[in-house]
């Protein structure tokens, strides 16, 4: 055992594993304090003697049932923790301590993020959200935020900037075609469709 690796420490007081696929991440509510009804992942106490590579593998087993080989990321000084990440493709975390926390529920990443952003997750994922979207996020693809489609037009009689089948007084607004692309020149009483990003990247 070299312990010249983060992960071969004994001194680590805590470690926290985010169990995650291309399509997102298995996360589940503390029951108890600290930071009751926040959203966790697999976490726990290291135990004295024991590395901080050894007792992530045995929180992972006794809190999904799952065997895994975890991939160190960083510490949290805060916390002396460190932190881990783990692809586990198509498996399925199994709820295993419901006296500890709610069942381990499977999020989309753009309901991760939402997560974040609203600070419902423990600290240690807010503060390391770039950190563990660089590592769980595949090479070339960026996540992915809904995309919202709005069709506003100019009403030909008032002038007034509207939302396509938005009620009117109008009814020549009705009759405009409402096919033209967004990066054509603008010409008067055509409708321009817009689309807005739900992206809250800091």
């Not at 071969?8 to 108890?32: C, M, P, W």
């Not at 809904?146 to 069709?151: S, Y």
Request: aromatic letters at 8%; glycine letters at 4%.
């Amino acid at each position: 055992m070299n312990l010249e690796y983060p992960w071969d420490r004994k001194d680590a007081k805590y470690i926290l594993n985010v169990l995650y696929n291309d399509k997102g991440v298995y996360e589940s509510e503390r029951y108890k304090n600290p930071m009751e009804g926040l959203i966790q992942v697999p976490c726990g106490k290291v135990d004295p003697e024991e590395t901080s590579y050894q007792a992530v593998c045995k929180e992972i087993r006794e809190e999904t049932s799952l065997h895994t080989a975890s991939v160190y990321l960083i510490i949290d000084k805060g916390f002396n923790c460190d932190i881990y990440t783990t692809d586990i493709g198509g498996r399925i975390s199994q709820w295993m301590e419901p006296n500890k926390n709610g069942s381990w529920t499977f999020y989309i990443w753009a309901e991760w993020e939402v997560l974040v952003n609203q600070n419902e997750l423990i600290p240690s994922l807010i503060t390391f959200k770039r950190d563990i979207r660089r590592v769980t996020c595949k090479k070339g693809k960026q996540p992915e935020h809904p995309i919202h489609k709005i069709t506003i037009i100019e009403c030909s009689t008032c002038e007034k900037i509207v939302k396509e089948n938005q009620d009117h007084y109008c009814s020549l607004v009705k009759e405009m075609n409402p096919t033209i692309l967004a990066d054509k020149p603008l010409l008067e009483n055509t409708p321009v469709e817009v689309k807005i990003s739900c992206d809250q990247e800091d």
